[in-house]
């Protein structure tokens, strides 16, 4: 009978037959490995595919049909099994562990989303292709279904398996470097159209901002009222840390770390995004922990705010198109000018001359501008 994941994690020793000549040891000490057996050259060998603590059962599967391939065209993998088999792992599981050797390649805040949402269906190892069998062909095919659904998406994966055979490369499981510059070619044009988060009108706002002040407090309502008010992004709300905040001049200063813009972004916090933290500080945890947690450790996830709009019967919008309403309602609803609202949301100067000799941020006007916000909602 084949293993399952739940299988190999809870196997007592012994000798566990998958299928194909794959199976998995178990030793007395708990220690497991994978070993793929074979027939070469009218001799029955073993090839070690590593451990089940690095290699799961899906990636242990992939190795063991790619050195398959490999016998049948008369290539002895040898002593290569075990890399080839890590390999396909590393590429398999979203490269978490190999793109740490790949400084500057891709942002770390955009591995998580890609994991979760277009990471593993668009890597050539779901295709049981071993690391050094990649070429453009192969991601021609895994972007193509993507390339215009989700181009922007596509990109970044197109980026990030080029990063990944590159290091592959580097580590020797690949002879060549990644040929992936053609890969574009072969793929259709992709248009500049850019697909906005879809956003509540602002005019709406009002009346669900009270369904949420009214209803029963939890770390959810209070972080995405926290984010509505500020016209900030869920991940600035989700990681504040206590220390960040100064409740006696009203004032959050988020590190450039955190910033998508990566430069310092100081708020000032209005009277109702100050009630809210006064309120959560009498039952912190810690000084220093998040401020929009349960145990002041552990950041609540961004489907938390997502789910209280599809609670309330609200489809489509976003938490993120929050900050599109609130420029809207700027526009429309006030005097202020564009860059002031602009700098509200941390957005950076498209015009690098302006940005070079621009030396305010508009604090006092955006004190002012917040404080009109939080009075319009509610």
Known sequence: MALTASKVKNAKPGRYVDGRGLCLFVKES??????????HNGRRRDYGLGSALDVTLTEARDAAA?????????????????????????????????LRGVEGRLEKPELPQLDRQHGEP?????????????????VVEVLTPIWLEIPDTARKIL????????FAHIKGWREEEAALRSVRKGLPRQTDKVEHFKAMPFADIPAFMTELTTASPTTGRDALRFTIYNAVRSSETRKAV??????DKAVWTIPDERMKAKETHVVPLSKAAVSILRRRWKSRTSDDGLIFSNNGEKPISDMTMTKLLRDAGIKGATVHGFRSAFTDWAAEKTDFPKKVADKALAHKLSNQVEAAYRRTDFFDKRRELMAMWAEFIG
């Open 122 to 138: 668009c890597l050539p190892a779901n295709r049981q292709e071993a690391v050094d069998q990649v070429d453009s062909t192969h």
């Open 242 to 247: 206590w220390t960040e905040i100064d409740l």
């Open 159 to 166: 980026q990030r398996i080029g990063a990944v055979l590159d």
């Open 66 to 98: 790619a050195l398959r391939r490999q016998v049948r065209a008369g290539i002895d993998p040898g002593g290569r099994a075990t890399e080839v088999a890590q390999g396909c792992a590393q590429l398999r599981n979203g490269s978490a562990r190999v």
């Open 30 to 39: 708990g220690s497991r490995s994978w070993v793929l057996r074979m027939q």
